[in-house]
């Protein structure tokens, strides 16, 4: 099963450090979505690629982070000067949109979890 | 994205049904209702989504009322492994609609 796989799984590093997450997609996904989960919270949007084009982004996305997705496979999210707020479950979904026209479903990796010390 | 309303936990037995409520009182004509469920230390994932009629898969079945302000996921059979946070999601459909906005979701706990 090639599903959503992130890399890290976990994440430990110290305030002022940056920090960068990769997100391999479902094969041929064109779409693929990042989202941010803080403890005891439902996981929150902040961004999507549609291939390789970054599409919208969230008021949560602030100018410490950023996504790529160059080549419309795997994407990076990169998170730099890291604050202690940054800590949280960084999330990656993909779908296939647009393929059959019916209702798109976004498929989620494990996340990987990030601990601003 | 409208807003929907769902206890913040519930608990069953082992091997009876279970319906989880979901309020969506602002629902527009286009929105989709999806629910995604997160089992513990993993990501969300989708369970099933409808639109006016009610819905069945290999999961669950979805029951949407006839004013769609209102609709239950029904676990016809709960197991452990059901023990997860089942998230209502409104969604614009067909061509629309992107993020997928979660609520707080609901608890389910199942009982041995």
């Known amino acids: 099963d090639t599903g959503v796989s992130q890399d890290p799984r976990h994440k430990i590093t110290k305030r002022g450090q940056n920090v960068t997450f990769r997100c391999d997609p479902i094969?041929?996904?064109?779409?693929l979505y990042w989202y941010r989960q803080t403890l005891g919270q439902g996981p929150e949007f902040l961004t999507y690629f549609q291939n390789e084009a970054q599409l919208e982004k969230s008021r949560l996305l602030s100018d410490r982070f950023s996504a790529e997705r160059p080549k419309g496979s795997f994407s990076t999210l990169e998170i730099q000067r890291t604050e202690q707020g940054d800590s949280a479950m960084y999330l990656c979904?993909?779908?296939?949109?647009?393929?059959?026209?019916?209702?798109?479903?976004?498929?989620f990796g494990p996340g990987t979890r990030l601990l601003v010390l | 994205d409208a807003k929907t309303t769902q206890p913040n936990s519930m608990e069953s037995n082992e091997e009876e049904p279970v319906h989880l409520p979901c309020n969506h009182s602002t629902i527009s004509g286009t929105d989709y209702i999806h629910w995604y469920r997160q089992l513990p230390s993993q990501g969300p994932e989708y369970v099933i989504h409808g639109l006016t009629s009610n819905v069945n898969n290999r999961m669950a079945s979805l029951a949407i009322a006839e004013d769609r302000k209102s609709s239950t996921l029904i676990l016809h059979r709960a197991t452990l492994r059901d023990a997860a946070v089942y998230y209502c999601i409104l969604r614009g459909g067909g061509t629309s609609g992107s993020r997928l906005t979660f609520g707080e979701g609901t608890q389910l706990t199942v009982n041995p």
């Open positions: 979904a993909s779908s296939s949109y647009g393929s059959s026209g019916g209702v798109e479903t976004q498929y």
């Open positions: 094969s041929e996904h064109n779409r």
